[in-house]
């Protein structure tokens, strides 16, 4: 009824268009949940290590960032591992919503980055994470290790995402790695899997 008050038309023809929508992959209907836009994906190329800022500025969109915390913390045995870590040293966490002008939220990301490296945790982290590590610090990257696989989505993932607890998400750790293989960051990211897409060109 919104639809039909906002342009004007009657119902059938809010129907007819939202049927064709749905039709094309541009929404969904799900029922007790609602309607909602999947047609506005991202396809990020596994073939080169880039950062989110990079990889959406390629695709000329502009990024929209929630940065929901930011400090020291003791990581846990996961992360102390990924890091290379000794007992006792922290690192610093830094999480953040991040999407599109077009899609928002579209991914929610945990990096944990050793604190020796000196970063100041009241630095801007709107924006590209790996171009203030390699410009500002000057440390540089040179590779990392990937792993994706398919999760469901926490209760507290989900009010973060704005999905349903249990639901469907791509889930992404990175270890990133400077010079002398020193790890530099890892990386948690989950993402709503209808509008995120890894892309691989494979040779033989």
Known sequence: MDLVKIFGVSRITVKKVTDSLVAKG??????AIGTHIVGLGVKE?????TGYTEQMAARGLTVSTEVLGVGHHDPGPKVREKLQLKAGEQTLFIRR???TSQVFPLVLLQSDLPAH???????????????LIEQKYHIPIEWGHEEISAGRASAEEARQ????????VLVME???FARGNRAI????????????????????
């Open 26 to 31: 541009v929404i969904r209907r799900q029922r």
């Open 45 to 49: 190329d596994l073939g080169r290590l």
């Open 97 to 99: 919503l991040r999407g």
């Open 174 to 176: 990175r270890q990133t």
């Open 185 to 204: 960051e890892f990386v948690r990211a989950v993402y709503r899997p209808e509008h995120y897409t890894f892309t691989v060109r494979l040779k033989r």
């Open 117 to 131: 490296c000196g970063i100041d945790p009241s630095e801007d982290f709107t924006g590209s994470l790996y171009g």
């Open 161 to 168: 995402l704005r999905i349903q607890p249990g639901d469907v």
